[in-house]
């Protein structure tokens, strides 16, 4: 028989994994050094014993790209491929004379940057970014900006929604950076506009991985700043994705 006196409590409730090393076994360093691996060794056991999480179907990726790209799942189902036209893109009355030859600057610069693309649509877009962005947030148009600086924003935040902006597409970022004159490149004055036109919409989203052939295009919320051939093809998407949904063939 084993006298109780004799037993160790403090080391079989450590063994048994009810308590930390005793210190009269180990050294205070040791101890902590066991305790954190036994911390973790728990933690590693709760996610190897979490439940998967099941898999989206493609179909909801798909849906929530196509949101996040035209600024909801209503603006993605009201998608038209209409070329983009010059309605409504006549410059607003400004008061101020100086906000106003800003406004007329950028605009200008814009005309001629978009003289030298291949798709005339692009320059309808970026008028009306342009406006936009004087009506969602004037400051970050006017001055102190150079005009140029924001010209280089506004085409490079544009031609990134639409996927011609970089090798391959329209103008990559070095020429546009030398065509306009700024000292940085045109991803460091978009970066800021982008975000005006986002605002808080959650526009970090996957894209479909079975739409790999669709350009990495930069979410704005705004479908009025694609061009037709990019909203034929997302409109092909949504309805695909649709027919999926709703228990049709997707083909």
Same mark, same amino acid.
């Not at 009306?128 to 102190?144: G, N, S």
């Given at each position: 028989?084993?006298?109780?006196?004799?037993?160790?409590?403090?080391?079989?409730?450590?063994?048994?994994?009810?308590? @930390?090393?005793?210190?009269?076994?180990?050294?205070?360093?040791?101890?902590?050094?066991? @305790?954190?691996?036994?911390?973790? /060794?728990?933690?590693?056991? &709760?996610?190897?014993?979490?439940?998967?999480?099941?898999?989206?179907?493609?179909?909801?990726? &798909?849906?929530?790209?196509?949101?996040?790209?035209?600024?909801?799942?209503?603006?993605?189902?009201?998608?038209?491929?209409?070329?983009?036209?010059?309605?409504?893109?006549? /410059?607003?009355?400004?008061?101020?004379?100086?906000?106003?030859?800003?406004?007329? &600057?950028?605009?200008?610069?814009?005309?001629?940057?978009?003289?030298? =693309?291949?798709?005339?649509?692009?320059?309808?877009?970026?008028?009306?970014?342009?406006?936009?962005?004087?009506?969602?947030?004037?400051?970050?148009?006017?001055?102190?900006?150079?005009?140029?600086?924001?010209?280089?924003?506004?085409?490079?935040?544009?031609?990134?929604?639409?996927?011609?902006?970089?090798?391959?597409?329209?103008?990559?970022? =070095?020429?546009?950076?030398?065509?306009?004159?700024?000292?940085?490149?045109?991803?460091?004055?978009?970066?800021?506009?982008? &975000?005006?036109?986002?605002? =808080?919409?959650?526009?970090?989203?996957?894209?479909?991985?079975?739409?790999?052939?669709?350009?990495?295009?930069?979410?704005?919320?705004?479908?009025?700043?694609?061009?037709?051939?990019?909203?034929?093809?997302?409109?092909? /998407?949504?309805?695909?994705?649709?027919?999926?949904?709703?228990?049709?063939?997707?083909?």
């Amino acid at each position: 028989m084993i006298d109780a006196e004799y037993i160790d409590t403090e080391y079989i409730n450590y063994v048994e994994g009810l308590a @930390t090393p005793p210190e009269h076994l180990v050294c205070s360093e040791c101890a902590q050094l066991l @305790t954190r691996t036994n911390v973790i /060794l728990e933690r590693l056991e &709760a996610e190897l014993t979490r439940p998967d999480t099941p898999l989206r179907p493609d179909h909801e990726v &798909a849906l929530d790209w196509l949101a996040a790209l035209c600024g909801g799942h209503e603006a993605v189902t009201a998608l038209k491929a209409a070329p983009l036209t010059e309605d409504g893109l006549d /410059l607003p009355v400004v008061e101020d004379a100086a906000g106003r030859t800003q406004l007329e &600057a950028v605009a200008a610069l814009l005309d001629e940057v978009a003289a030298d =693309f291949p798709v005339g649509e692009v320059g309808n877009a970026l008028r009306r970014a342009l406006l936009r962005l004087w009506e969602i947030d004037p400051l970050v148009v006017d001055r102190p900006t150079r005009p140029a600086q924001v010209a280089a924003g506004i085409v490079w935040t544009v031609l990134g929604a639409n996927g011609l902006a970089g090798p391959g597409g329209l103008v990559t970022a =070095f020429e546009l950076k030398e065509r306009l004159g700024v000292t940085k490149m045109p991803s460091a004055y978009g970066k800021q506009l982008a &975000a005006a036109l986002r605002g =808080f919409w959650p526009w970090q989203t996957q894209r479909p991985w079975g739409m790999r052939d669709l350009p990495d295009l930069e979410p704005l919320g705004y479908p009025d700043l694609l061009v037709s051939s990019v909203r034929r093809r997302l409109i092909r /998407l949504r309805d695909q994705a649709c027919l999926a949904r709703d228990g049709g063939s997707p083909r």
